[in-house]
């Protein structure tokens, strides 16, 4: 079985990466980044043995992964309102130019 690792050599899975975020926005790119940043630093606390600072890494990783789906949950909002205004206004016009065929041809 093949494991899937990125261009440093580790798996992105274990890094807390999610590999199926499309996201564009660049506050959340961000923020992955420092997710890793942090992931990276953990483990090498843990092959060091240091328990305190693998926990307080810990801890900021799992206020940083709360931060990003938090960030990705707005900008789906934004989306799905965006989404569902732009069909409103298709049917708006749809409507109108039906009405307007009708007065034409009448």
Excluded: C
Aim: hydrophobic share 25%; no cysteine.
């Amino acid at each position: 079985m093949s494991m899937n690792v990125n261009a440093t050599g580790q798996n992105p899975l274990a890094t807390g990466a999610d590999l199926s975020n499309g996201s564009t926005n660049p506050r959340i790119k961000a923020l992955e980044q420092k997710l890793q940043q942090l992931n990276n630093e953990k483990k090498k606390a843990v092959q060091e043995h240091d328990e305190e600072k693998a926990q307080k890494l810990e801890k900021e990783i799992q206020e940083l992964r709360k931060q990003i789906e938090q960030l990705k949950q707005k900008e789906k909002q934004k989306k799905q309102r965006l989404e569902k205004s732009q069909s409103e206004n298709s049917s708006r016009l749809a409507a109108a130019g039906r009405d307007a065929l009708h007065e034409w041809y009448g």
